[in-house]
């Protein structure tokens, strides 16, 4: 087991490890969505969790570093829906469709991970820079992988640009509690046209 | 001077009340930015301010007030700074293009603009929705007068899509530490033409 330095938490290599940090990271979770991160003490967490102090100390340094864990949690789950939600896409146009739909859907159901994610901007403004610049570079990649399908070559800015379109759809599906099918038409009726054909004449 | 229940914060009548109230919410503004919400108390803002504790009180029930102030005052002037820089476009186009150019280089110039906004959520869920909501309000009526030069009749996701393209940039452009002429050009030859023509093919 090595400290990774970068992350700022130890990756188990036991599943028993493993098991002690993930029930470990989902205590936090919840204290941190209930309370917020300053209203958490390491010693709720462990409490919370049924887990000794000291185990806490074998994964982490301090109490910014299990946010950290939570974080990139987050970040690959998201991924990895998104990944799945457009597995059997054929076409850029479509794997945007479903991608956007899936984020949307995934923020109305976990509307805490806005304040997580941004959140986080508080705790440790490198952890909130980490975490875009690591989702826009897996963003980018995918755009420019479909080069053809894509008028624009600068797939950075077109990058940022879909991750605010997702963000703040998410935001708009959370206020107005929008069901599933308010969120497709949302994307297929009005945004789906815009990145097809444009808006402004 | 009557307290403001919707707001939660009593706004002054007389110059001398708004001078000091401005003054308690400069050093929260400081202090926020510097040490975060919850490590500021309302006796540093008022030691920071040389203001007695009992003069906040005449404008502020609690330390959570001052910063729905605070985010009020950010919501005013991006307002006003937005309001100024389309003052002269004649055309949808136009005002889109100077106001996204304006609010990424606000951003850039303020980047504690996020973390007071953002970090809003985790301390008081009800004033993050109110400060968007009310933002939007405003540009879906934007939009909406000038319905001859859109095609989309749905202003709502349209308003949202573009606060989000705005402030995914206004990130974007603080990580890379963007120039003015990197902005304009981002603007100028990716995200308007996206908004006029698309870019899936």
Chains 1, 2 share one sequence.
């Not at 390491?42 to 910014?64: L, M, N, R």
Request: charged residues 25%.
């Amino acid at each position: 087991m090595t400290k990774d330095i970068e992350k700022g938490y130890t990756s188990p290599k036991t599943k028993i490890g493993q098991h002690k940090m993930e029930v470990l990271v989902a205590s936090a979770e919840e204290l941190f969505a209930e309370k917020g991160f300053y209203d958490t003490s390491v010693a709720d967490i462990c409490k919370h969790a049924h887990t000794a102090v000291g185990t806490f100390y074998i994964y982490f340094a301090t109490k910014t570093d299990v946010y950290r864990c939570l974080l990139d949690k987050y970040q690959a789950e998201i991924k990895d829906l998104l990944a799945d939600s457009i597995r059997h896409c054929t076409t850029r146009y479509e794997k945007e469709r479903r991608g956007i739909k899936c984020f949307v859907k995934y923020a109305v159901c976990n509307p805490t991970v806005y304040k997580v994610i941004w959140g986080s901007l508080s705790i440790d403004e490198k952890m909130f820079h980490d975490y875009y610049v690591s989702f826009a570079k897996s963003y980018i990649y995918g755009l420019q992988s479909a080069k053809e399908e894509i008028a624009t070559e600068d797939y950075t800015t077109l990058a940022y640009a879909l991750m605010g379109i997702s963000n703040f759809l998410g935001l708009r599906a959370i206020f107005e509690q929008m069901t599933d099918d308010q969120i497709d038409k949302m994307i297929d009726d009005t945004i789906m046209p815009i990145l097809s054909h444009g808006t402004l004449k």
